[in-house]
Antibody, heavy 117, light 111 residues
Framework: EVQLVESGGGLVQPGGSLRLSCAAS????????MSWVRQAPGKGLEWVSV???????YYADTVKGRFTISRDNPKNALYLQMNSLRAEDTAVYYC???????????WGQGTLVSVSS | QSALTQPASVSGSPGQSITISCTGT?????????VSWYQQHPGKAPKLMIY???KRPSGVSNRFSGSKSGNTASLTISGLQAEDEADYYC???????????FGGGTKVTVL
C-alpha cells in the first residue's frame, strides 16, 4: 500500500521560508514522477510543481523562482523549499505521485501552510 | 491558463443518477483524452476516481463513469449514495504553459 505523509507546514510571515517534506512508503520516489498540489482554504486544487525520475523539474508560473522541488533518494522523500512566501501561498499542500499527462494517482493527507503577519 | 468550468453544485436523491460537467477548450479537454476526476471529502485528500476520460482505477465503484464530447467532459454517478456526498474536481492535460489545469470543483449533495 502506498503512503505519502507530508510534514513541515506551519505559520510563517510574508517573505519568509518553509520546507515541506513528504515521506513515501510503498513507492520509490526516485523511480516515480512526484508532484506538489495545493488547495487554498475553501478553494480548488492548484498544481505547484513536479519532479521527474530524471530529476527534471517544472513549476507553476505562480511559484516559479520562489519554490524548489527536490528529493532524497536514500530517505525516499520529496521536498518543497518555499521562499519569499506570500499571503496567497496560504494553502494545504499535498504530495502526490504523478503518472503522466496531469494524472495524480496517490495523495498524502496534506500539510497546512499559513502565511500571515 | 484558465480553470476548467464546473457547476458549483449538483444534488440528487439516493438511487438517482447525476452528471457533473467540466468545460474547457480545444487546448485542454477537447484536444486530449487526458481528463481525470477526483473526489474529495471534507478535510480529506483528493482521491482519483476516473482517468483518461473514462477509465476507473482498481477499487473504484462502477457507479462512477466518465465521458467526453467536444470540449466538455462529464462524470456520472449512478445509484447515488450518501457516501458520494463530496466535492468533485476535474482536470485535464493542456498544451499551454502549464502541465495541466483543474476545474473549480462541484459540491455534490445527496438529498
Amino acid at each position: 500500500e502506498v503512503q505519502l505523509v507530508e510534514s513541515g507546514g506551519g505559520l510563517v510571515q510574508p517573505g519568509g521560508s518553509l520546507r515541506l517534506s513528504c515521506a513515501a512508503s510503498g513507492l520509490t520516489v526516485s523511480s516515480n514522477y512526484m508532484s506538489w498540489v495545493r488547495q487554498a482554504p475553501g478553494k480548488g486544487l492548484e498544481w505547484v510543481s513536479v519532479i521527474y525520475s530524471d530529476t527534471s523539474t517544472y513549476y507553476a508560473d505562480t511559484v516559479k523562482g520562489r519554490f524548489t522541488i527536490s528529493r532524497d533518494n536514500p530517505k525516499n522523500a520529496l521536498y518543497l523549499q518555499m521562499n519569499s512566501l506570500r499571503a496567497e501561498d496560504t494553502a494545504v499542500y499535498y504530495c502526490a505521485s504523478y503518472l503522466y499527462q496531469f494524472l495524480f494517482q496517490h495523495w498524502g493527507q496534506g500539510t497546512l501552510v499559513s502565511v500571515s503577519s | 491558463q484558465s480553470a476548467l468550468t464546473q457547476p458549483a453544485s449538483v444534488s440528487g436523491s439516493p438511487g438517482q443518477s447525476i452528471t457533473i460537467s467540466c468545460t474547457g477548450t480545444s487546448g485542454d479537454v477537447g484536444g486530449y483524452d487526458y481528463v481525470s476526476w477526483y473526489q474529495q471529502h471534507p478535510g480529506k485528500a483528493p482521491k482519483l476516481m476516473i482517468y483518461d476520460v473514462s477509465k476507473r482505477p482498481s477499487g473504484v465503484s462502477n457507479r462512477f463513469s466518465g465521458s467526453k464530447s467536444g470540449n466538455t467532459a462529464s462524470l456520472t454517478i449512478s445509484g447515488l449514495q450518501a457516501e458520494d456526498e463530496a466535492d468533485y474536481y476535474c482536470s485535464s492535460y493542456t498544451s499551454g504553459s502549464t502541465l495541466g489545469v483543474f476545474g473549480g470543483g462541484t459540491k455534490v449533495t445527496v438529498l
